[in-house]
């Protein structure tokens, strides 16, 4: 195992933490990542340690954290599920958070969302801002970066748009598609996490990309980059939200959720600071092309089956 400086990620086998995990060892750190799913096949070909996120024993959970410089923390659910919960991840996290501060971790750089906020009348915009609290109360050295949607490798969303837009004929955009969004690319999230990681003053920075689109023109973009034949039509929200779930149904998984219809169609998905990221989306599509949306991204397939 090499011998650098303890970096600590969760979920370095999933999406967000492997592109940081990744940028990590190759500045030769020595690498760990807490994890639900220690047995999924390993990027890394062993170089990252392995602990299981053990949030119900907090001496467990402060040993797999003592001795780590920075812990990266990208653990969230998506939406509540069977026994998830959105309240349940807030306690989670909370006990990573004592267990980091006991362990003596010197930095968190924690993922948020952008628009976090305790007051939000989106559960997961919320819940969000509730932890955003949580880490100003703990007394540790943090940075809160807080991407709008984020695309690359492995992302759901951009991926199952794409997906829907080569498989079905039509594609229903809710309303007028003029709600806007700053996507931002994995890799450049990665980078700012692993920057504000050697900062010492605390920071929330919002991770956003050079562009902003409105959905109407994302879905154009998209559309073009993959040769999309389908017609894409306006339908009012309810309408394009039962389609949603319906396709969710068929394909046994939840397409899109209420709250990130609402945070879409509220413009949540939007920065008014300068953009921190540059990779622009037009140009990451047009060279992954073959790839994107060429089969379904589940999101129940990766974390409850
Ligand atoms: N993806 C986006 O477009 C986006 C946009 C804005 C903000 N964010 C934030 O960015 C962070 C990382 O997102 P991501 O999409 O990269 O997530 P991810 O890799 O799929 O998951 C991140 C971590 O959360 C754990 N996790 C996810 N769902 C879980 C569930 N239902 N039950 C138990 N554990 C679960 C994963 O566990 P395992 O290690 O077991 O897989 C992993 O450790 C999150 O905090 C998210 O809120 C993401």
């Given amino acids: 195992m090499a011998e650098g400086e303890l970096h600590v ?10 592109f940081i995990a990744r940028r990590l060892l190759a500045e030769g750190k020595r690498v760990r990542t807490l994890t639900g799913h220690s047995r999924r096949p390993d990027p890394f070909d062993g170089r990252v340690e392995v602990a299981p996120y053990d949030f119900h024993r907090p001496a467990a959970l402060a040993a797999s954290l003592r001795g780590a410089a920075v812990l990266y923390n990208t653990y969230w659910i998506r939406f509540p599920y069977g026994a998830a919960t959105f309240e349940q991840a807030v306690e989670n996290s909370r006990a990573l958070f004592d267990a980091a501060a006991a362990a003596g971790v010197g930095r968190l750089v ?4 952008i628009n976090a906020d305790p007051a939000s009348p989106f559960p997961y915009f919320r819940w969000k801002g509730v932890l955003e609290r949580a880490i100003g109360d703990s007394g540790l050295s943090h940075a809160i970066i807080r991407p709008a949607l984020l695309f690359g490798h492995g992302d759901i969303m951009i991926n199952n748009i794409a997906w829907l837009l080569r498989r079905y ?6 309303g007028a598609g003029d709600y806007r969004l700053q996507p931002i690319h994995v890799e450049d999230l990665a980078e700012l996490a692993v920057r504000a990681a050697r900062q010492r003053e605390n920071l929330v920075l919002d991770a956003v ?3 902003i689109y409105t959905f109407a023109e994302l879905i154009r973009l998209i559309a073009a980059r993959v040769g999309s034949r389908a017609r894409i039509i306006h339908l009012p929200p ?7 779930e319906k396709v969710g149904r068929m394909v046994g998984d939840q397409l899109l959720t209420r709250d990130e219809a609402a945070g879409l169609m509220t413009n949540l998905l ?3 600071a300068p953009p921190s990221g ?3 989306l037009g140009d990451w599509l047009a060279e992954n092309a073959a790839s ?3 089969s379904y991204a589940s999101e129940l397939e990766r974390h409850y089956r």
């Fill in 9 to 18: 990620v969760t979920g370095a086998f999933g999406f967000t933490g492997r």
């Fill in 110 to 113: 924690h993922i948020s969302i």
């Fill in 169 to 174: 004929p039509l594609f229903a955009i809710p």
């Fill in 209 to 211: 990309g050079p562009e």
């Fill in 238 to 244: 309810a309408l394009a939200f039962f389609l949603a």
């Fill in 270 to 272: 939007v920065s008014a």
């Fill in 278 to 280: 540059w990779t622009r």
């Fill in 292 to 294: 994107v949306g060429a």
